[in-house]
């Protein structure tokens, strides 16, 4: 689900036979329910217009879904192989590691040996 640039993640319960969402990318926490599809989506845009209106009275500004910032804790040993690997290929630190991200996420199954299984 998207909304002004947010994202909602559903859940569904089968017991209380309820719809759940959350909104994801950012840390504050918004949720919303519904009982049906058009309920949902109507709450989902509702909290988002909430939180919205609650930010703006608080002269607090709203957090922006993925701001395009990624903090990544790495081994040392690690940091220092990429960012050779990146000047090797004449490129940024910062540029090196969108392209592999990128590539991964496009070709999740053709890219890296380094393939995990999940538990």
Known sequence: MNYKGYEGTVTYDDEAKIFHGEVIGISDMITFQGTSVDELEQAFRDSID??????????HSP?????GRLLLRIPSETHKEVTIAAKKHGMSLNSYIKEII???????????THNRKRA
């Open 50 to 59: 909430d939180y919205l209106a609650f930010c703006k009275k608080k002269k």
């Open 63 to 67: 957090e922006k879904p993925f701001s």
């Open 102 to 112: 990128d590539e991964r996420s496009k070709n999740p199954k053709k890219s890296s």
